[in-house]
């Protein structure tokens, strides 16, 4: 069965950085697309990043472009977030996503980890 483990959340200060990490299980991880979406207080959850099978294409929502990177490791079956100057509109439960397409993972991926809290203050 397909796991994805968040790890990495934790509280910070504006202008920090932060590294997400997600180790995934149950399926062929070279094969999917992998990304991460985030749901802050009150709020529907939001793309925020995804990376293709290979680490060849990457996307990005338009508020975390320049700040944050997405990669990955397919040989640790890892996918990791870096997240430089954090915003305190950055604030979210941030959840590992994965999907076949990169295309899915912008709308409904398929998969979904526990998620992760990255709380930034000022």
């Known amino acids: 069965q397909v796991q994805l483990v968040e790890s990495g959340g934790r509280w910070v200060q504006a202008g920090d950085s932060l590294r997400l990490s997600c180790v995934a299980s149950g399926f062929t991880f070279s094969s999917w697309s992998m990304g991460w979406s985030r749901q802050a207080p009150g709020q529907e959850r939001e793309f925020v990043a995804a990376i293709s099978w290979s680490g060849g294409s990457t996307d990005y929502a338009d508020s975390v472009t320049g700040r944050f990177t997405i990669s990955r490791d397919n040989s640790n079956n890892t996918v990791f977030l870096q997240m430089n100057s954090l915003k305190v509109e950055d604030t979210a439960v941030y959840y590992c996503?994965?999907?076949?397409?990169?295309?899915?993972?912008?709308?409904?991926?398929?998969?979904w980890g526990q998620g992760t809290q990255v709380t930034v203050s000022s």
């Open positions: 996503t994965a999907d076949r397409y990169v295309y899915g993972l912008r709308t409904r991926p398929e998969h």
